[in-house]
């Protein structure tokens, strides 16, 4: 019925279950050797364009990651996931660490204009960095509507019905097509990629491309500084009164 | 010093020998046993070429690789089964309520773990060897999970893949890939479990000969309770070459649909509790010809290449066991105190961490190599290798989990803590699949008998007069006189093992040396008797066994260090530790295993098992009692 297309972006985040360790230098964390996965929110993206397509209402799928040669890994999965094919835009590993949301949204917003599709997906945020950032500044870069934390998502003919969690509850939108959605934790629950469809995702074609190919500058105003762990927790104390409360308090400086 | 007397002394010397060995010819071991082991083509090993005193370095140096391809496919899949493991799988509860939820067994199949090693065509992941072991590491998180799974695929279909026909293979592997249908394997019976080949379930030939009548009981089936797919073994009658009419095994593809199948209730079991093992019963059930696995009467063989064919994935299961152990293990250690200090500062704890680590290390080496090789085109004979890997997974194994549950102390005695748990499933491993009591006389007889016949040959070789057999004889015995430092291009400067590895190498290359002069002394000594002394075969095997292991880990850790890969110092310790501690217990056996040694109680053993098997029972005087 439909003739949509959707690009979703998925992006290659430390897995969610390490134990994050700072480099001796400060210079960031340590990635080497550790565990590496799809982010979150990104699957939970990938799953619901899948669905759409499962539901005829989407005709293709296409999954794009930016970064190093390993992005591919990801972009597999999502292709096993049931993406129809990928693009990968390779950064080298130097240049990633200064990829950030607007880089990234400038990339997207030039593919989904040389795609031509309807849609752009998005995870609401990375695990790593928590920008929130990317999906927003996508819809801004190309003039689109946006629905993001998205809990529920419809088509409705030439237009999109998104729900959104905001902090007073849920808000309903209506958007015209082309539009970016970013996804939110119950939106959905992704699939497991099977091994099976994992082998067949291996037929399906990745794209390789440069960000000079598209035009895109990424040059970031961003520099990091030092990357620190959080102060170490103090164990608390416990008092027997509310007047020993009210003394400890004004004792620590708080009252 | 005159080069013409040390020939003739070298001469004479050589002269002596062939006299003593024409006077006891070194006899052809096993022409025909009662109960034949090897069962697949004679070829040259590299396990039977250690009964030689040889190191066959081709396949084994360098440690084998995969492609890169292979390499990111194999991460592709580790991703979600370990993530289904880690999210879905409830051990805890799979042991308490014995029995596996429908839904894991639906998603595990819907994930495609049923059909690992079916090729694709037939519908399953046509993974390599190597693939299998390294799924396996993430599988053996639950036991139970695991040898459902195992007796499926590892055994229950392996044979239609390894010997059936295509008809066989089109009708029954799709089903059986997806999981649709359960296979089971069905060999051992009350009165024949070692003992594999006295089974007493019979198919006999029906009058038209289209169909075999199949009676008898199977006892210890795993699956037998959900399998629909079995394949079964039965004595059949063969008409042998001579013309007599002898009772052979036959490899059958029962379907339970036939007629005639029943199962008994599930057995409570120590551990893997969540998997189904009961009896299952042959009434009158008729089996079409055309399910007839392999040749009939050639069902034995059937067996061993399947049993054979999947034992060295314990080892990756195992290992993978460990490094878990080894993470919850460390959390505690390293949190707990007791004397104002955390446990992972004293030596006795730190000790376990180091056993662990060093038997994971070893086991992973082991399996990777055997897999690498088993994964070589042609039909590699590994069946010795895979015997020594599930030998020393399965004794690793009940001993570190024992270990880890140690460190736990008191709590790691609760059910509480999944330690309990994990000792009860591992003292399995010891028992099936061949216990290991038979698996270390297959170790030592596979090589004893490959070593007989060669050394055979040689002998004769050098009464005919041979010039190359005489050289090398006489070259050999003159070295040896002189004392000489073995070198089988190990280690030094063209050696195939690091320099940082030397010293072990070295240990490597004396040990396989004076095993090959063992193994002479051996095959002299006790000729075709050999195989009634289960305590000389049992040294043999445990020396075979570590001498796979050092070789394993001497090869792994080269590599590691060559290629650069990330914390290959650490591997050097755990390499060169276990190289040390193998060498010695090598060097001990070997001294039980000389005729005279004093450390060896053999006769000792003999004596007081007769005598407490006399009267069944402790026949010392309690140590209260008088004489009047």
């Given at each position: 019925m439909a003739e949509l297309r959707a690009l979703v972006a998925v992006k290659r985040v430390i897995d969610?279950?390490?134990?994050?360790?700072?480099?001796?230098?400060?210079?960031?964390?340590?990635?080497?050797?550790?565990?590496?996965?799809?982010?979150?929110?990104?699957?939970?993206?990938?799953?619901?364009?899948?669905?759409?397509?499962?539901?005829?209402?989407?005709?293709?799928?296409?999954?794009?990651?930016?970064?190093?040669?390993?992005?591919?890994?990801?972009?597999?999965?999502?292709?096993?996931?049931?993406?129809?094919?990928?693009?990968?835009?390779?950064?080298?590993?130097?240049?990633?660490?200064?990829?950030?949301?607007?880089?990234?949204?400038?990339?997207?917003?030039?593919?989904?204009?040389?795609?031509?599709?309807d849609l752009v997906f998005l995870g609401k945020q990375a695990i790593d960095d928590d920008c929130n950032q990317t999906g927003q500044m996508t819809a801004g870069l190309l003039d689109w509507p946006q629905g993001t934390f998205a809990s529920q998502v419809t088509l409705e003919g030439d237009k999109i019905k998104v729900e959104r969690e905001i902090d007073g509850g849920l808000e309903t939108l209506r958007l015209k097509l082309p539009s970016v959605v970013t996804a939110d934790l119950r939106l959905n629950e992704p699939r497991y990629a099977t091994l099976p469809n994992i082998m067949k995702a291996k037929k399906k074609k990745i794209e390789v491309i440069k960000p000079g190919d598209l035009g895109v500058d990424l040059t970031s105003k961003v520099s990091v500084i030092s990357v620190e762990e959080p102060p170490q927790r103090l164990a608390g104390v416990k008092v027997e009164t509310t007047e020993d409360l009210v003394a400890k308090l004004k004792e620590v400086g708080r009252i | 010093m005159s080069g013409g007397g040390l020939v003739s002394r070298a001469a004479a010397a050589v002269a002596a020998a062939t006299t003593a060995v024409r006077a006891s010819q070194v006899p052809r071991v096993f022409a025909v046993t009662h109960r034949p082991l090897h069962t697949s083509l004679q070829s040259r090993s590299f396990a039977k070429e250690l009964f030689l005193g040889n190191i066959k370095q081709k396949g084994v140096f360098p440690f084998p690789e995969i492609s890169q391809d292979e390499l990111s496919e194999i991460n592709q899949f580790v991703g979600p089964v370990e993530r289904f493991f880690t999210e879905e799988v409830d051990s805890r509860k799979i042991d308490q309520e014995g029995k596996i939820p429908v839904d894991t067994l639906e998603k595990l199949k819907s994930l495609g773990l049923f059909g690992i090693q079916v090729p694709e065509e037939y519908g399953g992941l046509g993974l390599s060897n190597t693939m299998y072991a390294r799924l396996g590491e993430i599988i053996s998180l639950d036991g139970s999970i695991t040898v459902t799974l195992a007796a499926h695929q590892a055994i229950g279909l392996k044979g239609i893949i390894l010997v059936g026909n295509e008809e066989q293979k089109a009708k029954y592997l799709p089903k059986l890939a997806s999981g649709e249908h359960i296979a089971a394997f069905c060999l051992t019976e009350p009165a024949s479990g070692s003992d594999a080949a006295s089974i007493q379930t019979r198919a006999t030939l029906s009058e038209d000969k289209k169909y075999f009548v199949l009676n008898g009981s199977k006892v210890w089936i795993t699956n037998g309770g959900l399998a629909s797919i079995f394949t079964v073994f039965a004595k059949t009658e063969v008409v042998d070459s001579d013309g007599s009419i002898k009772d052979k095994i036959t490899a059958f593809i029962v379907e339970r649909d036939f007629g005639g199948v029943t199962n008994g209730k599930p057995e409570e079991k120590l551990g893997i509790r969540g998997s189904n093992t009961c009896e299952v019963h042959f009434e009158n059930t008729r089996v079409p010809v055309e399910n007839v696995l392999g040749e009939v009467g050639g069902g034995f063989k059937v067996a061993m290449n399947i049993l054979n064919s999947g034992r060295f994935s314990m080892g990756s299961a195992v290992a993978g066991m460990l490094k878990k152990l080894i993470e919850l293990t460390a959390e505690y250690a390293c949190t707990r105190k007791q004397f104002n200090r955390n446990l992972s500062e004293f030596g006795l704890i730190q000790e376990k961490f180091a056993l662990m680590a060093q038997k994971a290390y070893v086991m992973e080496s082991m399996t990777y190599l055997t897999a690498g090789m088993l994964d070589q085109p042609g039909f590699p004979d590994c069946s010795i290798e895979a015997a020594m890997v599930k030998v020393f997974s399965s004794e690793a194994a009940w001993q570190c989990v024992s270990?880890?549950?140690?460190?736990?102390?008191?709590?790691?005695?609760?059910?509480?803590?999944?330690?309990?748990?994990?000792?009860?499933?591992?003292?399995?491993?010891?028992?099936?699949?061949?216990?290991?009591?038979?698996?270390?006389?297959?170790?030592?007889?596979?090589?004893?008998?490959?070593?007989?016949?060669?050394?055979?040959?040689?002998?004769?070789?050098?009464?005919?007069?041979?010039?190359?057999?005489?050289?090398?004889?006489?070259?050999?015995?003159?070295?040896?006189s002189l004392g000489r430092t073995v070198d089988l291009g190990l280690s030094g400067n063209l050696g195939v093992v690091h320099p940082s590895l030397g010293d072990s190498a070295n240990k490597l290359e004396e040990n396989v040396y004076y095993f090959g002069r063992t193994v002479e002394t051996l095959l002299l000594r006790f000729g075709k008797t050999i195989v009634e002394e289960q305590l000389v075969l049992k040294r043999v095997a445990n020396i075979l066994i570590n001498l796979y292991g050092m070789t394993a880990v001497l090869s792994r850790a080269s590599r590691s260090i060559r290629t650069g890969l990330p914390n290959h110092d650490h591997e050097i310790l755990l390499a060169n530790m276990f190289c040390v501690e193998a060498y010695f217990q090598n060097l001990f056996s070997l001294s039980q295993l000389d005729k005279f040694a004093p450390e060896n109680m053999d006769d000792h053993i003999k004596k007081v098992s007769q005598q407490i098997l006399e009267k069944r029972a402790y026949i010392c005087a309690h140590p209260l009692d008088r004489t009047s």
């Open positions: 969610f279950a390490v134990k994050i360790r700072v480099k001796p230098d400060k210079s960031g964390v340590v990635t080497d050797g550790v565990k590496h996965s799809m982010n979150p929110f990104c699957e939970i993206a990938v799953e619901e364009a899948v669905r759409l397509k499962e539901k005829k209402l989407v005709k293709e799928v296409i999954a794009v990651s930016c970064g190093p040669s390993q992005c591919q890994e990801t972009i597999r999965t999502a292709l096993a996931m049931g993406a129809d094919r990928g693009i990968h835009v390779e950064v080298p590993g130097s240049q990633a660490e200064s990829l950030g949301p607007l880089q990234v949204a400038r990339v997207l917003a030039k593919l989904a204009e040389k795609e031509k599709v | 270990e880890a549950l140690q460190i736990l102390g008191g709590s790691g005695y609760m059910k509480d803590y999944p330690y309990e748990r994990f000792l009860r499933d591992s003292r399995i491993l010891l028992i099936f699949e061949g216990t290991n009591e038979i698996l270390r006389l297959f170790i030592a007889l596979t090589g004893l008998q490959h070593a007989g016949r060669i050394l055979t040959a040689r002998i004769k070789d050098f009464k005919r007069g041979d010039v190359t057999t005489v050289m090398e004889t006489i070259g050999r015995k003159l070295r040896d």
